[in-house]
């Protein structure tokens, strides 16, 4: 029975999840059981196109890319997949409404990987709408519940905490995506160059895109707010911890948030949850 296919795929996504981003998986824990597996859905497919153009330095990235591209939109128009990711993908791309459009500013940014090395104001916001904030916007299609009256009301807000997200990665990879991987996302930036200055001007950036997504956080529906307001306490003591630094560490390592530290956010979120302190 294809039930059991489909459950095989949603654990494929479980695992993936888990397996890259151990902070990720932990907010999805607290969301309501409902919203669990399209999330992790999501995040599986968005993970896979991600590491195609990140990772795959020993093969033909193009072409696999083009490949995984492909076989998204045949997974959408025959609702199956023999991908699991893909097949867990088009099971919450349908059940929860996930715009079309979406998932093809997404690909088409994480295509803009394969070839894009430096960005202008202009490149990166088309970078950060499709690697990040429709990222945010099909997760509250799976929030809202098929409620386009509160989708609408919610869109500017999430796409204020996918931008925020995406920048503090930026922020917190600069060292690795220009050494390893040629890329420096925040535009006009030389790397080279970076200095205190340039550090604060970002900060600034990302400090008002977290302080629009926090108006739409307290406004989700209960079941996903816990969820939500753990990822974003997670990032915004990462950007606290980045914006201590001076710019030279920034440099030359990535910035963490340890285990135990890890703990004590996420206990003291579900506490500010559970007593109406968000």
């Known amino acids: 029975m294809k039930e059991i296919f489909d459950k095989v795929s949603l654990s494929c996504s479980v ?17 309501d059981a409902k919203f669990r597996d399209p999330i992790y859905a999501v995040y599986g497919f968005v993970r896979f196109a991600d590491e195609i153009v990140d990772t795959f330095h020993d093969y033909d990235k193009e072409k696999l890319f083009k490949r995984f591209e492909e076989s998204t939109w045949l997974a959408i128009e025959q609702r199956i997949s023999l991908n699991p990711i893909l097949n867990a993908f088009q099971w919450a791309y349908h059940k929860y409404n996930i715009d079309r459009e979406h998932v093809e500013t997404f690909l088409r940014s994480m295509e803009m990987d394969l070839h894009e090395t430096e960005y202008n104001r202009e490149g990166f916001e088309e970078y950060i709408l499709g690697s990040a904030e429709v990222v945010g916007l099909m997760c509250l299609r799976v929030f809202v519940e098929g409620d386009d009256k509160l989708y609408n009301h919610l869109e500017p807000y999430a796409k ?119």
């Open 15 to 31: 695992k993936t999840t888990k397996s890259y981003s151990t902070s990720f998986s932990l907010g999805i824990r607290f969301l």
């Open 160 to 278: 204020s905490l996918g931008a925020a997200f995406q920048k503090i990665n930026f922020l917190r990879d600069l060292h690795a995506d220009y050494k390893e991987l040629g890329r420096a996302y925040f535009p006009g930036l030389d790397v080279e160059q970076f200095d205190e200055s340039t550090k604060f001007r970002i900060e600034e950036e990302i400090e008002a895109d977290f302080k629009e997504a926090y108006k739409g956080i307290v406004q989700l529906p209960k079941d996903a707010r816990l969820g939500v307001y753990v990822a974003y306490v997670y990032y915004y003591r990462l950007f606290r911890k980045i914006k201590s630094l001076p710019s030279e560490r920034v440099l030359e390592e990535r910035i963490r948030i340890n285990n135990k530290r890890k703990l004590a956010l996420f206990v003291g979120s579900y506490v500010r949850h559970s007593f109406n302190l968000i």
